[in-house]
């Protein structure tokens, strides 16, 4: 008799913690619950790849300076941290007529006053 209320109970545990089992596995695969659980790993995803940036953000200022370092660039006391000082924008200067060699200037005017343009000249 011992035997059988033995089987018997533990058939019912292994049922109830079967269908314990089941139920929770049901529960994990709503909708509610998938929405969930992406939003979560979104928001995880978002974290570490906002640490990334961080994270070379900072290795990019700290090569920076040591690239400023070793090729002697350093910021001025006045100036704030956060900006950077770039060189002013590069102006040719034409060269003036009188500034040439008078001949060549004076065969190429007249080189182009003379001589009437083509276009199909050079093709």
């Known amino acids: 008799m011992f035997r059988r209320a033995f089987w018997f109970t533990a058939g019912a545990a292994a049922g109830v913690w079967a269908t314990t089992k089941v139920n929770r596995q049901l529960k994990k695969l709503t909708p509610e619950s998938l929405a969930a659980q992406a939003a979560d790993k979104a928001v995880e995803a978002g974290h570490r790849l906002k640490d990334f940036a961080l994270d070379v953000r900072a290795g990019m200022s700290q090569r920076e300076d040591e690239l400023n370092d070793a090729l002697g660039l350093h910021q001025d006391p006045e100036r704030p941290?956060?900006?950077?000082?770039?060189?002013?924008?590069?102006?040719?200067?034409?060269?003036?007529?009188?500034?040439?060699?008078?001949?060549?200037?004076?065969?190429?005017?007249?080189?182009?006053?003379?001589?009437?343009?083509?276009?199909?000249?050079?093709h």
């Open 81 to 122: 941290a956060n900006v950077t000082a770039l060189p002013g924008p590069r102006r040719l200067r034409a060269i003036e007529p009188d500034k040439l060699d008078q001949n060549t200037y004076r065969s190429n005017h007249e080189n182009r006053s003379t001589r009437s343009y083509n276009r199909n000249e050079d």
